[in-house]
């Protein structure tokens, strides 16, 4: 089967930096990607890695390792309303997602 | 980005009866289309992957004769559930693929009484 993991929850401040990781065993690989999903919304997307890397988009990176399998979120300069759940999730012919981490951001 | 539409947005059933879900990618065209459920504070569960013209592709477990799927546009998808009991009350999401990118749906939320 497909794993892919996250923690469950984290807790930051307001005006920090936060890293959500991801990590992934999967039979197959062509792009991973991150979400962001408010509780009774449908989740938007953030970003996406194919290469090796890191993408930077504005307050929002991600970071890939394929040879590691992992792969991790970082928002800078948090804000109340970043206060939601981030998904990963691997595409290979089809999309599998972590369970997602909740991320609390705190005044 | 690309749009993609559900409707309805939210449907009240009465245990037994079916109910229709339709999604439509709006400014483009989807060849694949794919059907999630999601439980409160847990994440998506792929249901089915919708390709247009052929039949849809079930994950292991998904009832194919419950939850019907028809592609029956490049633009359009739809999931029937059929005989709809309470334990079907659920968020359902669809997304459409470009090939590189996935575009959600609004979701839907679907309450057996």
């Known amino acids: 089967g497909q794993n892919i993991d996250q923690p469950t929850e984290m807790t930051a401040t307001e005006g920090a930096i936060v890293q959500i990781n991801c990590t992934y065993q999967?039979?197959?690989?062509?792009?991973l990607f991150w979400y962001q999903q408010h509780a009774g919304e449908a989740p938007t997307f953030l970003s996406y890695?194919?290469?090796?890397g890191l993408e930077e988009k504005g307050r929002f990176s991600s970071f890939l390792s394929r040879s590691k399998g992992y792969s991790y979120l970082l928002l800078k300069e948090l804000q109340m309303k970043d206060s939601a759940s981030y998904l990963c999730?691997?595409?290979?012919?089809?999309?599998?997602f972590g369970s997602g981490t909740k991320l609390n951001v705190k005044p | 980005g690309a749009v993609v539409s559900q409707h309805p947005s939210r449907v009240i059933c009465k245990s037994g009866t079916s109910v229709k879900i339709e999604c439509r990618s709006l400014?483009?065209?989807?060849?694949?289309m794919f059907w999630y459920r999601q439980f409160p504070k847990k994440s998506l569960m792929l249901m089915a992957t919708?390709?247009?013209?052929?039949?849809?592709?079930?994950e292991q477990g998904v009832e194919k004769d419950k939850f019907l799927i028809n592609h029956a546009s490049l633009t359009l998808s739809t999931l029937t559930v059929t005989s709809a009991h309470p334990e079907d009350s659920s968020f359902y999401i669809c997304?459409?693929?470009?090939?590189?990118?996935?575009?959600f749906g609004p979701g839907t939320r679907l309450t057996v009484t």
């Open positions: 997304s459409a693929t470009t090939g590189s990118e996935q575009y």
């Open positions: 999967t039979s197959g690989f062509n792009g």
């Open positions: 890695n194919v290469l090796d």
């Open positions: 999730a691997v595409f290979f012919n089809k999309f599998y």
């Open positions: 400014d483009f065209q989807a060849t694949t």
């Open positions: 919708s390709n247009e013209g052929s039949k849809a592709t079930y």
